[in-house]
Structures are given as C-alpha cells and as structure tokens.
C-alpha cells in the first residue's frame, strides 16, 4: 500500500505543470451555476485526455465519469466530487465584467484536485477492488435565486442547489460513498481540516404588500410596506436570545427591493434572508419563529407579507471512518501540514444533503489568501491548493478499495440506508404549510383578515 501511495503522488505530482494550468485556465473563466458551459467542456475534454469515455451530463452542465473498470454493485463505488460553479464578487480582480462571477471560494482548486485525483486512480485501477466515478457539479453557491426561479418553473430543475439536483435526478443512485475538498483560506502556513461541522438553511423570499399614496401629501392613506420590512427584521433581532448558543442559528436578512418611487408609500417591498441552525431540530425551530415575526411585523403595520421558503441545503455530518483514513494519508503524506479535527465550517454546504444520504468528507486544505467570497481571494501555494487535495483523495480512495473493499465496506455496514425520495420527502415536510403549528395559522389567518380590512374603504 505505501508503494501505491508513492506511486499515486507521483502521477500527480509529475503531471502538476498541466493541473496548475488547468486550475488557473477555470479561475479566469468564472462562470455562475447551471450557467458553467465553457467549464462542462473544459473537464470533459480534460478527462478524455485522462482515457475517461464513460461520462454523461447531469444537472444541466454538470458531469458525472466511471473511470475505466469494473462497474458491478458488488464492489464499493465511491464518488470524488468537484464544484464548478463561482460565487457573485465583482469587485474581485478576475471577476467577469458582465455576471460579476469570480472564483474566489476556491472551486476552481477543488475541481482540479477531482481531475487529478482521477488522473491518477485511472493508472492504479487494476490494483484496487471497486468504482470511481468522478462527478463535477454545477451551481453550489445559492445565487441568482430568480433565475434558478425561472429553472424550477419551466421544469429544467428541481432544486436550486447543485448536489440537491443531482440526487433528485438519481445521478448518486449507484454511487455508496463520496468525498470532496474545500478552500481553507487565510492559514499563515499549510493546514488541513477534518471532521468540520456544517448548519443548514433554509432560503427565504419575503413579499411586503401594503397600499401606495402621495409620501409628502396623503401619507396617511398609505400603508407601508418598508416600514412592515424593517419591522420584521427588528422581531428578527428580537428573537436572537431565544436561540441555544450550540444550536449556532444564524440569520442575516437584506431587502432586496425598498420602494418604487421614494415620494411614493412603499407598497411592494422585497426581502431575502437565509435562516441557519446546526441541526435539524433547530432549523425547523428557527425557521417557524422567524415566519412567525415577519408575519406579526406585517399584521402590525396594516401589511401584508407573503414568504416563501425554499429547500436550502441540510447540515453536514460527516463521516468519522471515512475522516480518520483521509487525516492518516495527510499526516504520511504531508507531514509538513498541522492537522485540526472538528473545526465548523464557516458556511453551508449541499454536500450536507449528500451526508444524508451516504457516508461522506469534506476536509478543507489550505493554500490561499483572503477570505472566502471576498476579492483578496487567490492561491497562493499550488502545491497545497491543487496537488495536495488530489493526492489525498486518491490515496484514500485507494485505502478503501485496497484488500477487497472491506475498508469501505465496513464504513457502509455503520451507515443507515435512505434515498432520494427520503430526501425530497425531509426537504417538503420542512416547507410544507401544513406543518406549521395551529398558533401560526391563527396569526397567518389574521394578518390577512387585517389587510382586507384595512384596503375597504374608511366611512
């Protein structure tokens, strides 16, 4: 096993020239999810170049590739993942003039470490007992919600998260395990994490309706709807000390929309927000109170208030097992890196959909500057940002498929069996009204029985 380790680090290591150009060539290029075509065919012409034939489109421009060998579900299959999508910064140095799209969350790096990883594993498949399937995914990053919106009404998605898409569509229905890695950002020396913890969210889009009139002269004959808005984000910070400090609920509203004339009563305000908790039980606690408080805001000021809330991505619970065997190659294989346990991650991910489902990792790996979203984002070690998440991988995907798979069969023995209707089933209990609790349905009841009232006309 040591000799395969060697000789898969030494495949990566020989073809880096190619992998940095390839990393760079996507970092130039940003483009925003379920809109990444230039990059859907920049991998599939680099995983032809690796030998790699057996590959089908998945989730618009996502890619999902067997590398060549046995397919049998006798054997584990394990799937290495990169994202493809970059994140809205426009003030970032390489973003895009026209979409403002710039990869500075590090996908360009992850999608490297996957084609490396694949590069390597497909001159080491005779050695090991299994599949490997190497699957790029489109749009992570929750942005341009209107126009992933126009997606789920014309039928073209079911979900706005990437990972979500694809289970809905079965593309993870012959895959056991997964892994991928992520931009650790702002480490003054190389480090990589494990174990790290992500919440869940849930998106919200918030309409306040109320009733336009002359702002100087009849302001009185308005009802308004910013006021309502800034109402509810006041109940909002209201209900921040009724969250359990392990819960880690966060909550971060914008309005999206203000007005329409600024001597006009605001009658049609916009409001996003996500609401985020570490588990569950939280996220579902959370959510009803914020809906609760943006109702109450409304029926408050004579509004209205219309929310709809959309399937975010479910927290990250990662696999131990699997955790354990990718911390072991990173302290043999590159001992120069320090190595964290259980470091939360500082955002959401929808591979905490995917940990739902099957065992899967995360870990994080350093080898950037500034912080994640922001535009001093950039590389700033290549060794670490593309070649070291590809050699670990690939060891670890050897490691599980060495001697049988039992290393990968033990891991999936401990995991309990659900599936892609299990999964849309959570996400529609979650959003669904009828799971609000009869004191909400009262108040929903009132703030509309109000604004009827309060739009018939004063005698």
Same mark, same amino acid.
């Given at each position: 096993? /040591?000799?395969?380790?060697?000789?898969?680090?030494?495949?990566?290591?020989?073809?880096?020239?190619?992998?940095?150009?390839?990393?760079?060539?996507?970092?130039?290029?940003?483009?925003?999810?379920?809109?990444?075509?230039?990059?859907?065919?920049?991998? =599939?012409?680099?995983?032809?170049?690796?030998? !790699?034939?057996?590959? #089908?489109?998945?989730?618009?421009?996502?890619?999902? +590739?067997?590398?060549?060998?046995?397919?049998?579900?006798? @054997?584990?299959?394990?799937?290495?993942?990169? %994202?493809?999508?970059?994140?809205?910064?426009?003030?970032?140095? =390489?973003?895009?003039?026209?979409?403002?799209?710039?990869?500075?969350?590090?996908?360009?790096?992850?999608?490297?470490?996957?084609?490396?990883?694949?590069?390597?594993?497909?001159? +080491?498949?005779? =050695?090991? $007992?299994?599949?490997?399937?190497?699957?790029?995914?489109?749009?992570?990053?929750? !942005?341009?919600?209107?126009?992933?919106?126009?997606?789920?009404?014309?039928?073209?998605?079911?979900?706005?998260?990437?990972?979500?898409?694809?289970?809905?569509?079965?593309? @993870?229905?012959?895959?056991?395990?997964?892994?991928?890695?992520? +931009?650790?950002?702002?480490?003054?020396?190389?480090?990589?994490?494990?174990?790290?913890?992500?919440?869940? @969210?849930?998106?919200?889009? !918030?309409? @306040?309706?109320?009733?336009?009139?002359?702002?100087?002269? $009849?302001?009185?004959?308005?009802?308004? $709807?910013?006021?309502?808005?800034?109402?509810?984000?006041?109940?909002?910070?209201?209900?921040?000390?009724?969250?359990?400090?392990?819960?880690? *609920?966060?909550?971060?509203?914008?309005?999206?929309?203000?007005?329409?004339?600024?001597?006009?009563?605001?009658?049609? *305000?916009?409001?996003?927000?996500?609401?985020?908790?570490?588990?569950?039980?939280?996220?579902?606690?959370?959510?009803?109170? *914020? /809906?609760?408080?943006?109702?109450?805001?409304?029926? $408050?000021?004579?509004?209205?208030? %219309?929310?709809?809330?959309?399937?975010?991505?479910?927290?990250?619970?990662?696999? %131990?097992?699997?955790?354990?065997?990718?911390?072991?190659?990173?302290?043999?294989?590159?001992?120069?890196?320090?190595?964290?346990?259980?470091?939360?991650?500082?955002?959401?991910?929808?591979?905490?959909?995917?940990?739902?489902?099957?065992? !899967?990792?995360?870990?994080?790996?350093?080898?950037?500057?500034?912080?994640?979203?922001?535009?001093?984002?950039? *590389?700033?070690?290549?060794?670490?940002?593309?070649?070291?998440?590809?050699?670990?991988?690939? #060891?670890?995907?050897?490691?599980?498929?060495?001697?049988?798979?039992?290393? #990968?069969?033990?891991?999936?023995?401990?995991?309990?069996?659900?599936?892609?209707?299990?999964?849309?089933?959570?996400?529609?209990?979650?959003?669904?009204?009828?799971?609000?609790?009869?004191?909400?349905?009262?108040?929903?009841?009132?703030?509309?029985?109000? =604004?009827?009232?309060? /739009? %018939?006309?004063?005698?």
């Amino acid at each position: 096993m /040591n000799d395969l380790r060697h000789t898969l680090y030494e495949i990566i290591t020989r073809e880096k020239e190619y992998l940095y150009a390839f990393g760079e060539d996507i970092f130039l290029h940003p483009e925003l999810g379920y809109r990444e075509h230039r990059t859907h065919a920049k991998v =599939q012409e680099a995983l032809l170049r690796i030998g !790699v034939t057996d590959m #089908a489109t998945w989730g618009l421009t996502g890619i999902k +590739a067997w590398l060549p060998g046995c397919r049998s579900s006798l @054997f584990p299959r394990i799937a290495i993942l990169g %994202e493809m999508d970059a994140v809205v910064s426009p003030s970032h140095p =390489q973003a895009d003039p026209l979409t403002g799209a710039a990869h500075a969350c590090g996908h360009h790096a992850g999608l490297t470490a996957m084609l490396g990883a694949g590069l390597a594993l497909s001159k +080491a498949l005779p =050695q090991l $007992a299994g599949n490997i399937c190497l699957i790029a995914v489109p749009a992570e990053e929750y !942005v341009e919600i209107d126009y992933r919106r126009s997606l789920l009404a014309s039928g073209q998605i079911r979900y706005l998260g990437g990972k979500q898409q694809l289970i809905s569509e079965g593309c @993870f229905d012959d895959v056991d395990m997964a892994m991928m890695v992520h +931009a650790l950002s702002d480490a003054p020396s190389p480090e990589i994490c494990v174990s790290s913890t992500a919440g869940g @969210f849930i998106g919200k889009s !918030v309409r @306040f309706i109320g009733r336009e009139a002359h702002a100087g002269g $009849a302001p009185h004959l308005g009802i308004n $709807a910013l006021n309502a808005a800034m109402a509810a984000i006041m109940c909002i910070h209201a209900l921040r000390e009724t969250f359990r400090d392990e819960d880690h *609920v966060r909550i971060h509203p914008i309005i999206t929309k203000g007005g329409d004339m600024v001597n006009t009563v605001p009658a049609d *305000v916009r409001m996003e927000s996500y609401v985020r908790a570490a588990s569950l039980d939280a996220l579902a606690d959370a959510n009803a109170k *914020v /809906n609760r408080a943006i109702r109450g805001a409304a029926y $408050a000021l004579g509004a209205a208030a %219309e929310t709809e809330d959309l399937p975010g991505y479910l927290p990250l619970e990662e696999s %131990e097992t699997l955790s354990r065997v990718f911390s072991d190659n990173a302290s043999l294989l590159f001992p120069e890196a320090s190595l964290h346990r259980n470091r939360p991650f500082c955002g959401s991910t929808d591979m905490g959909d995917l940990s739902y489902l099957m065992p !899967v990792i995360q870990p994080t790996v350093s080898g950037f500057a500034g912080a994640l979203h922001s535009k001093e984002f950039r *590389v700033t070690d290549p060794r670490m940002a593309y070649l070291a998440p590809a050699v670990l991988m690939a #060891a670890t995907a050897a490691d599980l498929l060495t001697d049988g798979g039992h290393a #990968a069969a033990d891991i999936l023995k401990g995991f309990p069996p659900r599936t892609k209707e299990q999964h849309g089933f959570l996400w529609r209990s979650f959003l669904s009204p009828g799971s609000l609790p009869e004191e909400e349905k009262a108040l929903q009841d009132m703030s509309r029985a109000g =604004q009827r009232t309060d /739009n %018939e006309p004063r005698k």
